[in-house]
């Protein structure tokens, strides 16, 4: 084929900076002779006439060395990649922006936090842990929750992740519990999953763990996307106000659309059906203009300098403060409306780093944040090959920087002056060190020791705290994920082990798992623990909104299309998408109720759809029994979706099986039925219907 050559009449292609940054975000624009000109060049910016052939001795002969277009291209082709994050490989991520409610004044100076209507920008990137980065998205694991706050007064970075506790007490630790979580290192199985031996043999030991432990096997290890988490600072750390008064904090992310999960055998289908099932609807839904929105909230504790609160050790990060006790204040909205223009440049190189702090936000003695504290800048050196990644687009300050930081690999400011140095006289003196961030003067004092305080032994009360918390069908998951989780172990003893783990939490729940592992229970009593904490459910009573949400509407070539198109406009006004299914692809109809078939029977597959309606008029089509629409419909039935029907499109549903709690009849798709579908869409499942489906199933 002849190189690619723009026609005359074609439009040149609309020039967009590396990041994709609008002029507000100038600043981060990367090198503009990146993609100079409409013509092919070499990196020399020779420009070429072929790039398709090798320079050969005669057409039938050997290449030649002398090809230095060869070299280059294939040379550079070589070195494509770097190491993926040896943790958090997997991600996807989004710009947007963080606008203060102005009501954090008091407990912190921070600009960002603390003056009202105060805009930032923010680069945010979402992740599982233990995956590699070509791994399914859908895996049962710790999301990541990683906030990059380009300040006025420098980068803040809030590494957090959707569970509010971690495995472990201190960063020492971090590489054995890393170890045990990842593939098996004799044949690197299996891979992005915690169902196997040596994780359990490690928690099983290794009893710090068991809160982290509760929260992965809940609902919470399998989130429907990444707009439907919660996000946790997980550490106290310590703010301070303009009078230098402090207070501890513990920082949450409270998403608009409501804390929801998948199904465990919905999210299984979906690792293979979808393996990016959460970047695509991020990205999706941004495109199609339905941004992704939560609330920063502060869960705030004097700072008295016990660093407890309510007998909680504030230093411990295996133990929360439940909002009953400390209610969380909404402080500001985050809103990510915006996609990377190149994954590479942006989400794969972002750097976030705990020490990367503002004035008004200080660290604390947490064992583990401390140890954080070196990981991270530590892990970018060998990840982005050396000193200078702050110089990267998506990790520059959107203020000035004046570091005195000089030379190393990949510089590509070109300094001036002759005194990288304080102080100076060359160079005038500067640059000057001014009212900048001071650390709070806490004091410390203490002997050498390896130790932890007495406190952090307590490794069971706030898992049973957790368990109890949650309603009945929240329990039934975690007992058939822990079931499935140990059931994939080999070791007879890990399990039995894992088992007196459990007997510590909850005796039914402990029976449940043996008897699911053909195994006797142990006999060790339950701990006490103290009040529930209700906010810990997730099931929600009254509708919340169905932003992003997927309706599937099954179609054919003899279906009600003026009521589809109906049935789309109170959905669309509510923020959820509609999809047309049917037996074959193309378009139905014509004129204003034309309808664009986006999934066949042979794409579409239950997972994707959020609640399924049949329409009218395709009960008598030969397709209405087809053998891959039926399945698709008892899957959403199954993972307890709401599901529709109006006119004959009954008869479907009844030719399935499908009847009960959850599926909506109409005569058509008026605002009633409309009504009734948003608010079931907005319970997010039909809980109901859990019971009569077997529960081994979900
Ligand atoms: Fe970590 C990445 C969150 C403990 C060492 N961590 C990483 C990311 C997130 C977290 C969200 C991905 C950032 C991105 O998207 O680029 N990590 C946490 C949380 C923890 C935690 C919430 C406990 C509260 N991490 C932790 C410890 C250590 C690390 C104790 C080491 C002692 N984490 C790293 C790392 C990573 C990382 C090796 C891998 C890639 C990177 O940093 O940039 O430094």
Request: charge should be negative; glycine fraction near 10%; hydrophobic fraction near 40%.
């Amino acid at each position: 084929m002849p190189p690619a050559k723009r026609q005359p009449d074609q439009a040149a292609p609309k020039k967009v900076s590396p990041t994709g940054r609008s002029e507000r975000e100038g600043l981060l624009g990367g090198d503009p002779r990146a993609q100079a000109g409409d013509h092919l060049t070499t990196a020399q910016g020779l420009r070429l006439s072929d790039t398709d052939h090798s320079l050969k001795a005669g057409p039938r002969g050997p290449s030649l060395l002398e090809d230095h277009h060869l070299r280059e291209k294939i040379t550079h082709f070589d070195h494509e990649r770097i190491p993926e994050r040896v943790v958090h490989a997997r991600g996807a991520a989004a710009h947007g922006t963080f606008v203060a409610y102005g009501n954090a004044a008091s407990a912190t100076k921070a600009g960002f936090l603390s003056q009202k209507g105060k805009e930032t920008d923010v680069f945010v990137r979402f992740s599982t842990v233990l995956g590699s980065r070509g791994s399914a998205d859908t895996v049962r694991d710790t999301r990541g929750f990683a906030v990059k706050f380009y300040t006025d007064e420098g980068n803040f970075d809030l590494v957090g992740n959707n569970i509010p506790v971690f495995f472990i007490q201190d960063a020492i630790k971090f590489p054995d519990v890393i170890h045990a979580g990842k593939p098996h290192p004799d044949r690197e199985i299996p891979q992005a999953q915690s169902a196997h031996d040596t994780f359990w043999d490690f928690v099983g030991l290794h009893t710090e763990a068991t809160h982290h432990v509760f929260w992965n096997m809940s609902d919470r290890g399998i989130p429907r996307s990444y707009r439907t988490m919660e996000g946790f600072g997980v550490h106290t750390f310590r703010l301070e106000n303009g009078s230098g008064e402090t207070v501890l904090v513990k920082f949450h992310w409270k998403p608009i659309a409501g804390v929801h999960s998948l199904v465990w055998e919905e999210a299984q289908i979906a690792a293979g059906v979808d393996p990016d099932f959460h970047r695509r609807d991020m990205a999706d839904s941004i495109e199609a203009g339905a941004p992704l929105e939560y609330e920063l909230g502060l869960q705030l504790f004097p700072d008295s300098g016990e660093e407890t609160f309510e007998g909680i050790d504030l230093l411990d990060p295996t133990k929360i403060v439940p909002e009953e006790l400390a209610p969380v204040q909404l402080v500001g909205k985050l809103t990510l409306d915006r996609n990377p223009t190149n994954y590479f440049a942006e989400t794969e190189q972002v750097a976030f780093h705990l020490g990367n702090l503002v004035p008004g936000i200080h660290v604390t003695n947490d064992p583990l944040l401390q140890g954080r504290l070196f990981s991270y800048v530590d892990t970018q050196l060998t990840r982005l090959g050396g000193p200078n990644f702050s110089q990267l687009p998506i990790n520059r300050p959107h203020t000035e920087v004046n570091d005195n930081l000089r030379d190393g690999m990949h510089q590509t400011a070109v300094h001036t002056g002759l005194a990288p140095y304080l102080p100076n006289t060359i160079d005038g003196g500067g640059p000057f060190t001014t009212d900048g961030y001071v650390e709070v003067p806490v004091l410390v004092d203490g002997p050498k020791v390896r130790q932890n305080p007495v406190s952090f032994d307590d490794h069971f009360s706030q898992p049973a705290l957790f368990y109890h918390s949650l309603t009945a069908v929240e329990q039934v998951h975690i007992a058939e994920a822990f079931t499935f989780e140990l059931g994939k172990c080999y070791e007879q003893a890990i399990k039995e082990r894992y088992l007196t783990v459990l007997a510590r939490i909850d005796t039914a729940l402990c029976e449940t798992v043996a008897a699911g592992l053909g195994l006797p229970a142990p006999s060790d009593k339950p701990v006490t623990h103290g009040d529930v904490s209700p906010t810990l459910s997730q099931i929600v009573a009254a509708p919340g909104p169905i932003t992003g949400r997927i309706v599937g509407v099954v179609a054919g070539p003899g279906a009600d299309l003026a009521g589809i198109e109906k049935l789309r406009k109170p959905l669309e006004e509510a923020g959820a998408v509609l999809r047309v299914i049917a037996p074959q692809g193309g378009i139905l109809g014509k004129g204003k109720n034309k309808q664009v078939v986006e999934r066949t029977f042979v794409t579409a597959r239950s997972i994707e759809f959020d609640a399924l309606v049949i329409a009218a008029g395709v009960a008598e089509s030969p397709d209405a029994g087809d053998i891959k629409a039926q399945i698709m419909l008892l899957e959403a039935f199954r993972h307890l979706k709401a599901i529709g029907a109006w006119g004959d499109g009954a008869k479907v549903l009844a030719g399935a099986g499908i009847s009960g709690p959850g599926v909506l009849l109409g005569d058509s798709p008026d605002e009633e039925f409309a009504t009734s579908f948003v608010a079931a869409l907005g319970l997010h499942r039909v809980w109901e219907r859990a019971d009569s489906v077997m529960a081994s199933q979900v």
